[in-house]
């Protein structure tokens, strides 16, 4: 269930708690991935058992990746046509840690409207192993995410998929205060 579903300029930020690797209905899920794209914990780990050992093969030739960066495979035995992976910023040593997670986001994006798919499901991407704190990480997240909106021509739909109710609050409270705060300076929103 959506607990939070804002839509801006025809795009929908919707807000779910949940496991990434189980986002039927959705073109492209983005993988918080390792330098090395292999299996991993976390989000990375759910991603690949999902998808079965293609995904891992595909991967191989397009590895190592750098912070902020972003690569797209096929989705193998995911309900996802697509996987974009990202490698974040490990939290007090890969830096500028907000520079480097808003270029995951923006370059995902990118990527997704390259290929023209309309519907992302992002986690929150550095916020496990790489210890960014949730709440700093959120604001990132959505600012990137908004100022990108106006250049979307495909994206209609992006999901953040919570992993906790914890984690469900600070995103739909993050999210809340970022668009309040847009609708006073520009009447678009
Ligand atoms: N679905 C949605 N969110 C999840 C899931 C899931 N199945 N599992 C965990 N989370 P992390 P990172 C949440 O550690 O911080 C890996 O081992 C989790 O609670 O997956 O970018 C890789 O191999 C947290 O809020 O990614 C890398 O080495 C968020 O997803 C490294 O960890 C991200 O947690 C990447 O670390």
């Known amino acids: 269930m959506a607990i939070i579903n804002k839509t801006i300029l025809g795009v929908t930020i919707e807000c779910i708690e949940g496991d990434i690797a189980s986002q039927a209905g959705i073109t492209a899920v983005v993988n918080a991935a390792n330098a090395q794209l292999r299996m991993g914990g976390g989000v990375a780990g759910a991603i690949h058992r ?8 595909e991967c191989r030739p397009l590895a190592p990746i750098k912070p902020g960066e972003a690569v797209i495979t096929g989705g193998h035995n995911l309900p996802n046509r697509y996987v974009i992976h990202c490698l974040g910023p490990i939290y007090g040593m890969d830096k500028p840690e907000d520079g480097l997670l808003a270029k995951c986001y923006r370059n995902a994006l990118q990527l997704a409207e390259q290929h023209k798919i309309g519907s992302i499901a992002f986690p929150a991407i550095s916020t496990g192993a790489f210890g960014y704190p949730v709440e700093d990480a959120a604001d990132v997240a ?19 998929v919570l992993y906790s109710a914890r984690d469900l609050e600070i995103h739909e409270k993050t999210l809340s205060r970022i668009i309040s705060r847009k609708k006073g300076v520009r009447g678009n929103f």
Not at 50 to 57: D, F, T, V
Not at 142 to 160: A, V
């Open 142 to 160: 959505f600012r990137t995410i908004i100022e990108m909106i106006p250049k979307l021509k495909y994206i209609k739909r992006i999901r953040f």
């Open 50 to 57: 999902a998808a079965g050992p293609g995904l891992e093969e």
